[in-house]
């Protein structure tokens, strides 16, 4: 039973319904259930809560278990090291936020002994209780009562003034009350500088970080998760030693915040001690907050560039699709020549042969005759052309050479490649073609890329592909897992075919796994196929829970069962023919009649049963003969009169596909080698905070040419109307922000993955 604590607490941070959140966590804890089949198949008891609402549900009730875990920790280490008070205790009770918690818990870590506890050891305690207050002079205090102090540990008045204020220092430091305080001026008004090391230029790519060298942003706006991605380049940059960093804040406010909390820093009789106590403790203070800071600007820049990542991947995944046509995928080569792969319409490998169209053999015709042939003997409707090296020549000559493409009977398209060449060398790569070389698997990739992208993405680690920004600098398992349930999440948004499937594809589903997975593929293999949903019940490991979860997202078309080719849960099949046996009819012609499904629509009573999400979904699978939410492919041209980036001119209009989204803004690939860059701020004629309000991965756009950068391999694009160009000749002077911005040109270069 979740207790009614963590449901308030996850209710105050999420600010949804308490009955959502209560069933909710009832069926992700209570009854292990997976948050595809709870956002799809349990929406009347979430009120119909979306995958991220009920992500965020779990990942709050997990943040709580992981503070809660720690609070029993401490409290088990303080008992048991008899330090632990009823007020202590009572306090670490009281305590909701990790940082407050680890500030108290500070002074009573097990660890070496400090210089404060030693002097206490050593019988200065008292010492240090009077100097806060007495109010003798500082020179009375040292010859009238550190004398009383000295023993065989502290020999002088020396070893007692450094005792003392050891002691004062550690108390300063340590108190809760106060560094709460500092911390939240520390957020509020806080500066973070960084500037290049006097070794930097000795370090490969150190100018990188130029933009860096002088820079300095308030800790506040760079806590925003529309700006943190800045942090990710000057840690990188702080990691390679090319960048020096702190964090400043005016001594004044720190000073005046510790003279309220410990009066006796304001007594003046006792300077110059005092003066020099608050300072060394004031820097303790400092640099403990900053590490700390530092630690929260990276979790909230890996929380955005997560986000970032998450969105990304996830409209790269649910793209259009070609579906059931015969493709030639071509992964092109120079002076190994282009791979050819054909596969049919089930995704299916055929065949694979190379062509040497290029440089140093330049085997036009006999290649492109050999290309045409294959075209006509086995009908073969796109031909997908890999986008690396040589791309954009291979696919120039196709249209140029084959005739069944210049009368459009067969279409071209170019496919992106990232993490083809991971595949190709990868385990699963190898299972599924293990006698054929790694450009040939690359090749039917780009195929199967272009029939199914989701099928064929879903077989690639996530950070491969090729979308987001400085993956590599996140924190690796919060990625990993983020990652995961997009995938997991569009797997099972689109559902398989039980029969096509392959065990990559298989194991997203919601409960399957990877065994689980192979298992089902195993027995498909050795029967022939499923012809209904229940035979999944005699596959190996493949128990009862696991069906419940899993067998919604898994359809079988020509199968014993109409529904079954449908997103409609079994659990719901026997309402269905209860009514259709009330209608005088059978269930396979329910599926094919609008009428009879009308009338189900308007059927209140069952409307009842089912309740009213359920109801309406259940209509919508029954309307959707293909029952694949993705749009279907479109093939999209860029300019043809374009080769490279000499070619681009100030004010050209240019087609293009948006290929990845930062936060500040959008990259877009135009035709050739270089893609270009709409900034956040060239995406519209109004205001823009969020490039992913305007655009996604995939998007189509015409973009006009702001700027072209030569030197630097750099093309500017606007979507603006009416927005002035600059000239090709001219360097035009740019904002240091923007200058930022523009220098991840270089930055996402490192997450490219080249064949």
């Known amino acids: 039973m979740i207790s009614e604590v963590i449901i308030s607490l996850i209710q105050n941070k999420t600010s949804l319904a308490k009955k959502s959140i209560t069933n909710t966590l009832k069926?992700?804890?209570?009854?292990?259930?997976?948050?595809?089949?709870?956002?799809?198949?349990?929406?009347?008891?979430?009120?119909?809560?979306?995958?991220?609402?009920?992500?965020?549900?779990?990942?709050?009730?997990e943040q709580i278990l992981t503070f809660n875990k720690r609070k029993e920790y401490i409290l088990k280490s303080l008992k048991e090291n008899d330090k632990l008070t009823k007020d202590l205790e009572k306090s670490i009770h009281s305590i909701n936020d990790l940082a407050s918690l680890e500030d108290l818990y500070a002074p009573y870590k097990t660890k070496r002994k400090t210089k404060g506890m030693l002097a206490i050891e050593a019988g200065l305690q008292p010492l240090a209780d009077l100097f806060k207050t007495t109010n003798l002079r500082i020179s009375d205090l040292k010859s009238k009562e550190f004398p009383k102090f000295f023993n065989d540990k502290v020999k002088n008045e020396e070893d007692a003034l450094a005792g003392m204020m050891s002691i004062l220092i550690e108390e300063i430091a340590q108190d809760v009350d106060l560094k709460s305080t500092l911390r939240a001026i520390f957020q509020n008004s806080s500066t973070l500088w960084s500037e290049k090391t006097k070794k930097a230029e000795e370090i490969k790519d150190f100018h990188k970080y130029k933009d860096y060298f002088e820079f300095s942003q308030p800790l506040k706006t760079l806590r925003d998760p529309k700006a943190s991605h800045r942090y990710l380049a000057i840690r990188r940059g702080m990691l390679q030693k090319v960048l020096k960093v702190n964090i400043s804040i005016d001594d004044e406010i720190f000073e005046n915040e510790m003279k309220k909390h410990f009066n006796w820093l304001s007594n003046s009789k006792l300077s110059p001690v005092v003066d020099s106590i608050r300072k060394l403790a004031m820097k303790r203070i400092h640099l403990s907050l900053e590490l700390n800071m530092m630690s929260e600007l990276k979790e909230v820049a890996d929380e955005s560039a997560i986000n970032v990542f998450s969105k990304n991947l996830k409209d790269l995944l649910l793209q259009p699709y070609l579906g059931p046509k015969t493709v030639l995928g071509i992964d092109p080569g120079v002076r190994t020549g282009c791979k050819i792969a054909l596969i049919d319409q089930?995704?299916?490998?055929?065949?694979?042969?190379?062509?040497?169209?290029?440089?140093?053999?330049?085997?036009?015709?006999?290649?492109?005759?050999?290309?045409?042939?294959?075209?006509?003997?086995?009908?073969?409707?796109?031909?997908?052309?890999?986008?690396?090296?040589?791309?954009?020549?291979?696919?120039?000559?196709?249209?140029?050479?084959?005739?069944?493409?210049?009368?459009?009977?067969?279409?071209?398209?170019?496919?992106?490649?990232?993490?083809?060449?991971?595949?190709?060398?990868?385990?699963?790569?190898?299972?599924?073609?293990?006698?054929?070389?790694?450009?040939?698997?690359?090749?039917?990739?780009?195929?199967?890329?272009?029939?199914?992208?989701?099928?064929?993405?879903?077989?690639?680690?996530?950070?491969?592909?090729?979308v987001g920004q400085y993956q590599h600098d996140i924190h690796q398992a919060k990625l990993k897992k983020s990652l995961e349930s997009v995938v997991e999440f569009c797997v099972n948004f689109v559902g398989v075919d039980l029969n096509t499937a392959s065990s990559s594809l298989l194991s997203y589903i919601s409960g399957v796994g990877p065994k689980v997975a192979e298992n089902i593929v195993k027995k498909r293999e050795s029967s022939g196929g499923f012809k209904s949903r229940e035979e999944l019940l005699k596959v190996s490991r493949f128990s009862e829970k696991i069906y419940e979860q899993a067998i919604g997202f898994m359809r079988i078309y020509e199968g014993k069962n109409p529904l079954d080719a449908t997103f409609i849960h079994p659990e719901r099949y026997k309402d269905i023919e209860n009514w259709c046996d009330q209608q005088g009819i059978e269930v396979t012609l329910l599926i094919k009649s609008s009428e009879e499904i009308n009338k189900?629509?308007?059927?209140?009573?069952?409307?009842?049963?089912?309740?009213?999400?359920?109801?309406k979904d259940i209509i919508q699978s029954l309307r959707s003969p293909r029952q694949d939410p993705r749009e279907e492919f479109k093939t999209f041209e860029f300019k043809d009169d374009i080769s490279g980036i000499n070619d681009i001119k100030t004010g050209d209009f240019l087609p293009g596909l948006v290929t990845n989204i930062t936060k500040f803004g959008a990259f877009v690939d135009i035709g050739i080698k270089e893609n270009g860059l709409i900034h956040v701020s060239q995406m519209s004629n109004e205001f823009i905070d969020d490039p992913f309000k305007v655009l996604k991965i995939g998007q189509k756009v015409k973009a006009k040419v702001l700027e072209v950068d030569l030197e630097r391999g750099r093309i500017s694009l606007t979507l603006k109307s009416g927005e002035k160009i600059h000239s090709n000749q001219k360097k035009t002077k740019k904002s240091p922000l923007r200058n930022l911005e523009n220098n991840a040109f270089s930055g996402l270069k490192n997450f490219k993955i080249k064949k």
């Open 27 to 61: 069926l992700l804890v209570e009854e292990d259930c997976t948050i595809p089949f709870i956002t799809r198949y349990r929406k009347e008891m979430t009120d119909g809560l979306n995958e991220v609402q009920i992500a965020d549900i779990q990942k709050e009730y």
């Open 346 to 466: 089930t995704g299916k490998f055929l065949l694979d042969t190379v062509i040497y169209p290029h440089p140093p053999k330049n085997e036009v015709n006999k290649s492109m005759e050999l290309v045409s042939k294959i075209i006509e003997r086995f009908k073969v409707e796109f031909i997908a052309v890999g986008n690396g090296t040589f791309g954009r020549e291979t696919l120039a000559l196709l249209k140029k050479n084959i005739e069944s493409i210049k009368s459009a009977k067969v279409k071209t398209v170019l496919v992106n490649e990232d993490g083809a060449s991971i595949y190709s060398a990868s385990e699963i790569a190898r299972k599924e073609f293990p006698d054929k070389d790694p450009t040939v698997r690359g090749a039917i990739s780009i195929a199967r890329r272009l029939q199914d992208p989701l099928a064929e993405l879903v077989k690639i680690d996530p950070k491969s592909i090729g």
């Open 600 to 615: 189900l629509e308007k059927d209140q009573n069952l409307k009842n049963t089912l309740g009213d999400y359920t109801h």
